[in-house]
């Protein structure tokens, strides 16, 4: 997953690992909740296990039947209600009991709806009840829980709480079924995103952790030289680099990108893979090498049309690189045209590429444009406070 020096905001962050490039080991499925999932009060998924005979489940049957319906008409505070009235019910059976499962796969259903229609507060909340409940034993359902919970880490941490999103993250890995062998895909698509939260968030040692064993996992899956296996080597590329071995850092990347220039020659992966290696390269002084591959990068997204999040990063890192350079009507002209890009962009990608204004703010101050450089650092600010505040500013 992408997590460049310069994407600190907490609101880039959120982009990095969900949205800007769209990296990991699979695509999480989140559920629908307009679909009656496998989870509800008619049995689980995955591994089974005994259901107890208890002197009176009445309650619970008729409560989660409430819920069912409630969700069917999309009443979901009924639903919430109900469901949470069944896992109440739960108490008094064995924590391995699929009741105590069913009933917790229930609530996740009402969060993934809860998320559908931007309650992201409701959703909280209720995951918070899934949370605790695993603390105690009482384990949801991992292939049902994992997607939506790691929607909900991407919410927290758009909101400024990585440590929350790590919550979120470290109790999916403990489900149930997490170790099931049709869960390896999702599993390791949320050790990526734990392991590159963990990287981003300096904690070294268990990025390395996480990060090692996906790239291990996934090569073992998917083959050493595979799409999937040169996006995790660029994880753990990155991690390098933090830690100190950038030669190390750089065979990684290089040797992602050929596999992919192999692969999928000319292709969006390829494009961001460039513009990842750019990035390395200018933070480590060498603005010729990170020249090359921006342009190589502006040069395939152009081809592909590709505008958004992508192009306005590239082109921030190419302005950068020809201004180091001494190039500055190269760099004024490419500042410029990430600032068009960025200013027809909606406010998911204006908060995950705000150091475009910061940069080009500074470029300005250098070129001894004070007023347009004072103009980009007072939007910059703007725009940051009304990210942090959770109401981002209207398009």
């Known amino acids: 997953m992408r997590s460049d020096p310069r994407r600190a905001g907490t609101a880039a962050l959120a982009a990095v690992l969900v949205a800007s490039w769209g990296l990991g080991c699979a695509t999480l499925n989140y559920p629908d909740p307009d679909v009656v999932q496998a989870v509800d009060d008619q049995g689980t998924t995955?591994?089974?296990?005994?259901?107890?005979?208890?002197?009176?489940?009445?309650?619970?049957?008729?409560?989660?039947?409430?819920?069912?319906?409630?969700?069917?008409?999309?009443?979901?505070?009924?639903?919430?209600?109900?469901?949470?009235?069944?896992?109440?019910?739960?108490?008094?059976?064995?924590?391995?009991?699929?009741?105590?499962?069913?009933?917790?796969?229930?609530?996740?259903?009402?969060?993934?709806?809860?998320?559908?229609?931007?309650?992201?507060?409701?959703?909280?909340?209720?995951?918070?009840?899934?949370?605790?409940?695993?603390?105690?034993?009482?384990?949801?359902?991992?292939g049902a829980a994992a997607p939506v919970m790691a929607r909900q880490a991407a919410y927290r941490i758009g909101r400024g709480d990585p440590d929350g999103a790590i919550e979120l993250y470290e109790t999916s890995l403990t489900l149930y079924g997490v170790d099931d062998p049709s869960q390896v895909a999702t599993r390791l698509e949320i050790e990526s995103l734990l392991g590159n939260l963990y990287l981003s968030t300096r904690r070294f040692d268990d990025a390395k952790r996480l990060l090692v064993a996906v790239l291990l996992g996934v090569q073992s899956s998917a083959g050493p030289e595979s799409l999937p296996a040169s996006l995790a080597m660029i994880d753990v590329a990155r991690l390098k680099d933090a830690t100190g071995d950038s030669a190390a850092a750089e065979r990684d990347y290089l040797a992602a990108l050929a596999i992919q220039q192999k692969l999928a020659p000319g292709s969006l992966e390829v494009a961001k893979t460039e513009g990842r290696i750019a990035w390395f390269y200018l933070g480590h002084a060498r603005n010729e090498d990170a020249l090359r591959h921006a342009q190589a990068a502006v040069a395939l997204l152009d081809t592909l049309e590709v505008g958004g999040t992508p192009l306005i990063a590239v082109l921030d890192t190419l302005a950068t690189a020809e201004a180091r350079l001494g190039r500055f009507d190269l760099a004024e002209a490419d500042f410029s045209r990430a600032l068009a890009v960025f200013d027809e962009s909606d406010a998911e990608t204006r908060a995950s590429t705000l150091e475009l204004l910061d940069h080009f703010a500074a470029f300005e101050q250098s070129r001894g444009r004070t007023a347009s450089a004072q103009a980009l650092s007072e939007r910059a600010n703007l725009e940051r406070s009304a990210t942090l505040a959770g109401a981002p500013q209207s398009d």
């Open 46 to 142: 995955g591994p089974q296990s005994h259901v107890a005979t208890s002197p009176d489940s009445r309650a619970w049957v008729l409560h989660s039947a409430e819920g069912r319906e409630a969700m069917r008409v999309r009443d979901y505070a009924a639903a919430e209600q109900s469901y949470l009235a069944a896992l109440a019910e739960t108490g008094a059976f064995p924590i391995r009991d699929a009741r105590v499962r069913t009933a917790l796969g229930n609530l996740i259903r009402v969060a993934a709806a809860r998320q559908a229609t931007d309650d992201w507060a409701d959703a909280d909340r209720l995951i918070e009840q899934v949370v605790r409940s695993a603390e105690s034993g009482r384990l949801a359902e991992f």
